[in-house]
């Protein structure tokens, strides 16, 4: 049966350094205390977002405040990633009766890692997790490639 989800994002949230985390977000309390998806990214001066990590959790604002204040290698990533403002966005799932949060919440994330790869971006969480995935790459004719992305990466 078909799903129909929807993310609702909150604009993106500057990381500032910390004396005792290597990030942190003041405006925490706009993240959705609720099951999503969110995005670290760097924001560059022409306002294009640059994601660096994403990930769900059945509650985005703590999932979040916990990878500030405990996941050092993650925030050493994003501090390692190219220049611009460091910012998170927490996205909010809003699905139908009967769908599944978890099987929801694993899809979400899949697509944006798979389009954000197909779009050539280094991801931290491909690295760090070792998760299993294929790349495919499209070539050709040009005309033929105006409908297909140039490269999609899929989970094993």
Known sequence: MPMHLTVEWTR????????KHIYWCD???E???SPGVYIFAVMKRSGKLVPV???QAHNVYTRVRNHMSDHRSLMRRIKKAPSGTRVVMGGKLRRGSGVQVKRSLDLIEDQLISKFLGEGYK????SCTG???H???FR???TTLTLTPECIWVRA
Request: glycine share 6%; hydrophobic share 30%.
């Open 12 to 19: 993106p949230l500057k990381l500032r350094h910390s004396d």
């Open 27 to 29: 405006e925490t309390e």
């Open 31 to 33: 993240i959705p205390k």
């Open 53 to 55: 990590y994403v990930g």
């Open 123 to 126: 991801l931290a969480n491909v």
């Open 131 to 133: 998760r299993p995935h």
């Open 135 to 137: 790349i495919l790459t």
């Open 140 to 142: 050709g004719n040009s």
